[in-house]
């Protein structure tokens, strides 16, 4: 079995094990972030959050794992946000074409845009956040409400990836990998 291989099987069952908990880790988000949060004196009180901008047609556990991370980020004088959240079929096709155009064909494209079928962003799984600054931030900070950097390429790039408090997975060279 190639190293590519074994990555995709790894990840296919991570998002299997992450959708059977999200109930789990969505209690879990805000037990930590009320946990967690007391060191800056920014806890959120449990049942009072409100969903961060462009956290529409998320998961809902990525929804409130995020809300509740870019809370903190705010709270500590770090400027964070989702450029780009979920998309729709037609959204991730447009995205997907252009890439092939951009970078010659699918094999290079896949390395920043993955077709609607294969994308977590059309699943609601995935966020892309900024500045670069916010970035550094949710992927040093991040893990506390489960959220993770998935790929070396993509500074930007974020998943629901590990329960609230966990160790973040490996990341990947690229979305080819996933």
Not at 117 to 136: L, R, T
Not at 143 to 155: I, P, V
Request: aromatic residues 8%.
């Amino acid at each position: 079995m190639s190293d590519r291989t074994g990555s995709k099987q790894n990840r296919a069952t991570l998002r299997v094990r992450a959708g059977a908990v999200s109930t789990l880790i969505a209690s879990a988000a805000v037990l930590s972030a009320s946990l967690l949060a007391p060191a800056t004196g920014s806890a959120v009180p449990l049942g009072s959050t409100e969903s961060a901008l462009g956290t529409g047609g998320l998961n809902p556990a990525l929804a409130l794992a995020y809300t509740l991370a870019e809370t903190e980020a705010h709270n500590v004088g770090v400027p964070l946000s989702i450029t780009s959240g979920y998309r729709t079929y037609e959204e991730q096709e447009q995205l997907w074409i252009n890439g092939i155009n951009t970078y010659g064909g699918p094999d290079n494209a896949r390395r920043w845009v993955l077709p609607p079928n294969e994308s977590s962003h059309v699943a609601g799984d995935a966020i892309d956040v900024g500045p670069i600054s916010g970035a550094q931030w949710l992927q040093a900070n991040g893990n506390r409400w489960g959220l993770c950097r998935m790929y070396e390429n993509e500074w930007w790039h974020f998943e629901l990836a590990t329960i609230p408090g966990g160790v973040c997975p490996a990341m990947l060279p690229d979305a080819s990998w996933g």
